[in-house]
């Protein structure tokens, strides 16, 4: 396996596609440059940079799957000197198997620990900047627990708990303590001092407190010499300091953007069931792929739809979307059942994105993690280029293509990743506005 010119400052293992994109996009806003690896790399990077992330599909495999990719991923970045390893997951704290209820966060940081030989490490899904704070333990959604959220309906992830320390001491088989907000305020010598008392007290994780970017900024020093930090993306504006870096417009240039415009959402998160109002309301054209005609012959639901957008991608943007409200899900879910359902809607959205680069189209968006996912392994991208933000957790990306998409039509793709839950409900088309 390739391996960078020079060692890599931070080694990022992201559970899923979009949440490695929501990682990269925080890095490079501090000054990093990044690349976000598919997997693990098998090829030389494509640009000269101080961070590598590998995106995992990992979120919702059975654990053993996780541990075992997240691992090899870890050794990749062993092998390219990363000094610091970050195991990120959803701002929501979310991830889950079907016969596993308790979820992978738990059982990958213990793996990943053990590897490292790391006796202590942090967990913080903090992300303000998309309203998610951590108080006393609790994570809450905008103004609400999160188990009182959207995230309560997910169709594949539910979170039904808040406390982040419970629900992290149900997959880990170490002691999780708390890093509370008061202890926060008072800086990083504090938390410092707080770490080493837990440590001390015989635990090996902590749950830590942020309510604000200024709570992050002040506890990312104190995580310097951590070999470990495992956390959603908000943690990130704070570690590129660490290694003497500042915020940098360099950090985020891409190439020019050209090419036909399209959207591809299968995330059925409160925030893109607006984002996908939004875009019809103001008249652009949209299609809704049927869950049961699909069932019935994926092939041709996914040509109908890319006979479909042919005429229309000329004038503009255009959506092609599995989005649905929670009990239209459900009713797909017992026809089809859960795994089922999710794993046909992913490889039709995933069809119907080659179409549409096959057709031309250079400024895809794709909504939803697992669809991202897929989304990307149709479309054989081994690394994206992250540039510049959108909206707070997704950035604009630039991956090449292979010949076999290319067409003639140039072999470069702007591609935007975007979890289910974040965007502000214009986001489709202030994304295209933002490349323009």
Known sequence: MSQPAKPLLLGAIA?????????????????????????????PLAADVDAVVVALKSRTNPPAEAVAQSLAALRWLQDAGARQIYFKYCSTFDSRFASEPRGNIGPVTDALMDALGCDFSIATPAFPDNQRTVFKGYLFVGDVLLSES??????????????LVRVLQAQTRRRVGLIDHTVVARG????????????????????????????????????????????????AIALPANFGLSPSPQAAAL??????????????????????????????????????????????????????????????????????????????????????????????????????????????????????????????????????QIDPGVPWCHARLGAALAAGQGDGLHIALKSGNFGAPDFFTKAFEALA
């Open 15 to 43: 559970d899923d596609f979009t949440g490695a994109t929501d990682l990269a996009n925080n890095l490079v806003r501090a000054g990093m440059r990044v690349v976000q690896t598919i997997g693990v790399p098998a090829e």
């Open 255 to 388: 190439p020019a953007a050209s090419g036909l415009a399209a959207v591809v959402s299968g995330s059925c998160s409160q925030a893109t069931q607006q984002q996908v109002r939004a875009f019809i309301d103001t008249g652009r054209p949209a299609l809704a792929l049927d869950a049961l005609a699909v069932a019935s012959d994926p092939a041709s639901a996914v040509q109908r739809a890319l006979d479909w957008a042919a005429p229309r991608l000329a004038d503009g943007p255009v959506l092609i979307y599995s989005t649905a409200a929670p009990e239209q899900v459900r009713a797909v879910q017992d026809r089809l059942g859960v795994q089922a359902a999710g794993e046909l809607m992913e490889g039709a959205l995933a069809a119907a994105a080659r179409g549409l680069v096959q057709a031309g189209v250079r400024r895809l968006v794709v909504a939803g993690g697992e669809t991202s996912g897929a989304c990307v392994q149709a479309l054989g991208i081994a690394q994206m280029q992250i540039g510049a």
């Open 188 to 235: 990083a010598d504090a938390v410092r001092a707080r770490m080493a008392e837990l440590r001390a007290q015989g635990f090996g994780l902590a749950v830590v407190d942020a309510v604000s970017n200024d709570d992050l900024l002040r506890l990312g020093p104190a995580l310097a010499d951590l070999p470990l930090v495992t956390a959603g993306s908000g943690v």
């Open 150 to 163: 959207g995230m309560k309906d997910h169709p594949l992830t539910p979170m039904t708990d808040a406390n």
